[in-house]
């Protein structure tokens, strides 16, 4: 079952417009929330960047946060989700509204993805600063698509766009976190990348065990030589990583990634 513009409908009996700009031209937002216990993690953060996104496209909001929440728990409840995905997306419709669909998202991530860790593959792509939609989660989404599942054919985990200069930008599906001399480093947005809900969390941590993440510019190298390496989205958390192309990172040595790890499923189980 699943929710369109507020009502409860089959997923086979769901009819939208091919008319809308949301399907001629991917006019449209969307977010993916990890379901635990019934209840979808970090929903505020999740709402207030569908909010931020649909305004950067000229969208209105589909719905009011208060309703939105209303509509979420509506969903889980009568799909019986205890522990999955929630996929939230807004799109142009025919009459110039927004749209709305609120759908279970199946995902193939289980808690043995942290015990073996991530596997990324390099992909080159051009620099991003002037790409301002990029910085946004919209329905043009095929070339993450397109690049996680060529990753996925390869036998790794997800891509890692590295762009002309050999900067670090981001996973096709995940943001990427290094350790330095014990210290947490992410790519900054400036650079041209999404910046999930989960980089967000981990960026606004403070534990004992470890200094807060910041921002800046990592470079291939900088990345070759970091101790540990770890990639977060919304599903997985934060996941470490045990290999890029032909590096490879100890997963038995990696206390800080562990750490993070911690602190975020700690924050998300609130």
Not at 50 to 70: F, I, K, N, T, Y
Not at 115 to 144: D, M, Q, V
Request: hydrophobic share 45%.
């Amino acid at each position: 079952m699943i929710l369109l513009n507020g009502k409860l409908l089959n997923a086979a009996a769901a009819a939208v417009s091919p008319l809308g700009e949301g399907f001629q031209f991917g006019v449209g937002v969307f977010t993916t929330m990890r379901v635990r216990s019934g209840r979808p993690q970090f929903f505020k953060a999740h709402a207030e960047r569908l909010a931020r996104d649909a305004q950067a496209l000229g969208l209105l909001p589909a719905s009011e946060p208060s309703v939105l929440a209303e509509r979420c728990a509506a969903c889980i409840a009568v799909n019986r989700m205890d522990d999955g995905g929630l996929k939230i997306v807004w799109f142009a419709d025919t009459d110039g509204s927004t749209g709305e669909i609120i759908s279970q998202r199946p995902h193939s991530y289980g808690p043995e993805l942290a015990e073996r860790g991530f596997r990324l593959t390099t992909l080159t792509c051009a620099s991003r600063e002037s790409r301002t939609f990029s910085r946004h989660k919209t329905l043009n989404y095929l070339e993450h698509l397109h690049a996680k599942r060529a990753a996925v054919s390869a036998g790794f985990d997800d891509a890692l766009w590295v762009d002309e200069r050999g900067i670090v930008l981001e996973g096709a599906t995940t943001n990427i976190f290094a350790v330095i001399d014990g210290r947490i480093f992410t790519p900054d947005e400036k650079a041209g990348l999404l910046p999930g809900i989960a980089r967000r969390v981990v960026l606004e941590l403070a534990a004992d065990d470890f200094e807060p993440a910041r921002p800046t510019t990592i470079t291939r190298e900088m990345l070759a030589n970091a101790a540990e390496v770890f990639v977060t989205n919304s599903l997985i958390g934060v996941v470490p990583v045990r290999s890029w192309d032909e590096r490879n990172y100890s997963l038995a040595e990696n206390s800080v990634t562990r750490a993070v790890a911690a602190a975020f499923a700690a924050v998300a189980n609130r």
